[in-house]
């Protein structure tokens, strides 16, 4: 049972469908998996429904073989080597919930997502307490992934990758004070393709004292946070440099590189599963910012062919 599909019916998790009850569901998924095995919840973003086949994630992104075609149709779990083959690979949950609507429905409702995922993380713990969890949510997923940790009283949270996350730093930072959120590895992809997104969400979904969106990242204060900017070219040789090769960004503007670009998706899956220790990425990431607007603003580059090259000076 490689992949186990759970909503959040407003604050409560239950599995796709409703024929299993939620604790015979978990008790089949986890019996006998080995101890090092991870356990990851893959959380979506925004224009998403569970109750509707044609905007079901488990159709989508979550899905072993997705059947939307589309080039944001990457299977999560597939490439996350959640592929069937051997319970050694661990456990992946696909967690849906109710984002089809506009986006300040979606936000509030990501809100009692959270809530919904906490006790799908307190119903894992309760029968397998030595086991943390990893999450992996994209845009207004990572806000149903923080939302989770502010609500959990245990360190029940592995690593938690937010990508492009629709959310802002004041909420990271009430997340990051939570049992939870000491004690997680974060690590919060941000991009300047994200640039328009991170501005509509501040001009148009921020309340007062909501200030920057996350896509500014959070810097080195915490020892527990990382932020990995991956249309930074130091960043890129930096990660080529532990063995793992990203494409560059090809666009200007994107808000699914998080997860599209090539070698996104193999990175993550080597740090939830112990390739790539969190400690070591962190340590060599360097310090990536660039000004709001750079990556759109930018001279496109040209290639120029100078017959006289080879005489200039070197």
């Not at 990175?267 to 969190?278: H, Q």
């Amino acid at each position: 049972m490689p992949l186990v599909q759970v909503n959040a019916a407003g604050e409560r998790p239950e599995p796709q469908g409703g024929a299993a009850r939620l604790g015979l569901l978990l008790d089949r998924a986890l019996a006998g998996l080995p101890p090092r095995a991870p356990v990851a919840v893959l959380i979506h973003g925004l224009k998403f429904s569970p109750s509707v086949p044609e905007l079901s994630p488990h159709r989508h992104i979550l899905a072993l073989d997705p059947e939307e075609r589309c080039w944001k149709a990457v299977s999560w779990p597939r490439a996350l080597g959640f592929t069937g083959q051997s319970r050694s690979e661990g456990l992946c949950i696909a967690f849906g919930w109710e984002s089809g609507s506009n986006v300040w429905r979606a936000y509030d409702e990501a809100a009692r997502a959270g809530v919904a995922l906490a006790r799908l993380i307190e119903a894992i713990r309760l029968r397998a307490p030595d086991r943390r969890v990893d999450l992996l949510g994209h845009s207004l997923g990572a806000r149903v992934a923080l939302s989770a940790m502010a609500a959990l009283s245990t360190d029940a949270v592995g690593h938690a990758v937010l990508m492009a996350p629709a959310e802002f730093a004041s909420q990271a930072q009430a997340a990051l004070r939570s049992t939870a959120g000491r004690r997680a590895k974060i690590l919060n992809v941000t991009s300047g393709e994200n640039d328009l997104y991170d501005w509509l969400l501040e001009r148009f979904v921020a309340r007062r004292g909501d200030g920057p969106t996350l896509g500014r990242g959070l810097g080195a204060a915490q020892a527990n946070w990382a932020d990995l900017r991956i249309d930074d070219a130091p960043t890129l040789a930096a990660l080529a440099g532990l063995g793992h090769r990203v494409a560059p960004p090809d666009r200007r503007i994107c808000h699914w590189s998080p997860y599209v670009r090539p070698g996104m998706l193999a990175l993550y899956a080597a740090l939830i599963r112990g390739d790539l220790p969190y400690e070591l990425l962190r340590t060599r990431l360097p310090e990536a910012r660039a000004a709001r607007w750079s990556r759109l603003l930018a001279l496109p580059r040209v290639e120029l062919s100078l017959p006289f090259a080879g005489n200039a000076p070197s």
